[in-house]
């Protein structure tokens, strides 16, 4: 299929996706709760996946709002935002449970909650963890929490698996006890606040690894939303030059204002050649990683992060790898402690 087909078969079912997305507020206010949590007669509403091969792909429904178990929170969707993995699952190039509520990216309202001992109120803005987790399994213990024994992520699980409202796009969501939750203060939009529990709570991950270096250089493959905050954040850990590469030079002025140089087409870093302390893969595609490791100098790390698919085979040789003494590590989404690590009160979340 040619690029041009390919790229006009994810527009329509991206713009199938939008037309259906039913994220309006709901209409209940604090005067509806009662005390055990349940709605009399309530009822939200869905955007359902069904599936590549299932027509429609897309439905829209409307069900009751269950009854809430201790530790859940019942929240409103303001807003959600489409991150490039439910683009991945539309278009094929990845294979999530069906049918499914997509959808993690979102900032959220509460409106009803059965958390003990907290200090949740109605009306209050929420980002949350999109992987609840018990907190006590070997992986949690580690610190891994996104890699939980008994994981379960919005957005990727199927509607029979709780309460159906389980993914961003619907009305509404409920998170589940294991779900950790940072409240958004009022100069947090929604529109900023959207993407905060994926691309930057997984930019706080990546940086955990990555060690200040003097006059270090850095590479950042890829210009989405994980690109500039990866950006951002090493120009943060003081690294002098921040090289940020993509396919879209219209997104140059937001690759500056994020602190780094961009790198389009045909450009490259010849004179950079062994002198790149990191180098961070946030493109998805696997043949930009040999340019990367030509780039890293001896002792350099390499953070993959965007390559969540299975079109993502590397042509390397451990070669490449053992003769500089490269560390090569992987990123996938975060523990609860990143989305803490975000700082709310950063100038570019201003």
Do not use: W
């Not at 003990?116 to 992987?131: C, E, K, M, P, Y």
């Not at 959207?194 to 890829?222: D, W, Y």
């Amino acid at each position: 299929m040619m690029a041009l087909e390919i790229e006009c078969k994810i527009n329509q079912r991206i713009s199938q996706l939008f037309r259906l997305l039913t994220t309006q507020p709901s209409k209940m206010t604090e005067n509806s709760l009662i005390i055990n949590g349940c709605y009399p007669t309530r009822f939200g509403k869905r955007t359902v996946f069904n599936g590549l091969k299932n027509d429609p792909m897309f439905s829209s429904e409307k069900i009751a709002l269950p009854k809430l178990m201790d530790g859940e929170i019942l929240v409103k969707v303001r807003l959600a935002s489409i991150c490039i993995s439910d683009v991945h699952t539309v278009t094929g190039q990845r294979i999530e449970p069906t049918p499914s509520v997509l959808g993690h990216e979102a900032v959220v309202e509460v409106v009803s909650h059965r958390r003990q001992h907290s200090d949740l109120n109605v009306g209050d803005r929420l980002t949350f963890s999109i992987a609840d987790s018990c907190g006590k399994c070997e992986f949690c213990l580690k610190g891994l929490n996104q890699k939980c024994a008994k994981l379960f992520k919005y957005g990727h699980a199927k509607i029979s698996d709780g309460s159906g409202y389980n993914g961003c796009y619907a009305s509404h969501i409920i998170l589940r006890r294991g779900t950790h939750i940072v409240k958004l203060p009022d100069h947090i939009s929604d529109k900023i606040g959207a993407p905060i529990n994926c691309a930057l709570a997984t930019t706080m991950c990546a940086m955990e690894h990555v060690s200040k270096v003097k006059n270090g250089r850095a590479f950042v493959q890829g210009d989405g939303m994980l690109g500039l905050y990866t950006s951002a954040a090493l120009r943060e850990l003081g690294y002098e030059k921040v090289y940020c590469s993509g396919t879209r030079e219209r997104r140059s002025p937001f690759i500056k204002q994020f602190g780094a140089i961009p790198l389009y087409q045909d450009e490259t870093l010849e004179e950079e050649m062994n002198k790149i302390d990191v180098v961070v893969e946030v493109c998805g595609s696997s043949t930009v990683v040999n340019d990367g490791i030509r780039l890293l100098k001896p002792g350099g790390l390499y953070l993959l992060i965007g390559m969540v698919h299975p079109q993502s085979k590397l042509e390397i040789t451990g070669e490449q790898i053992i003769r500089k003494c490269l560390t090569i590590r992987g990123i996938h989404n975060y523990a609860s402690r990143h989305l803490d690590q975000v700082d709310l009160h950063h100038n570019f979340l201003l």
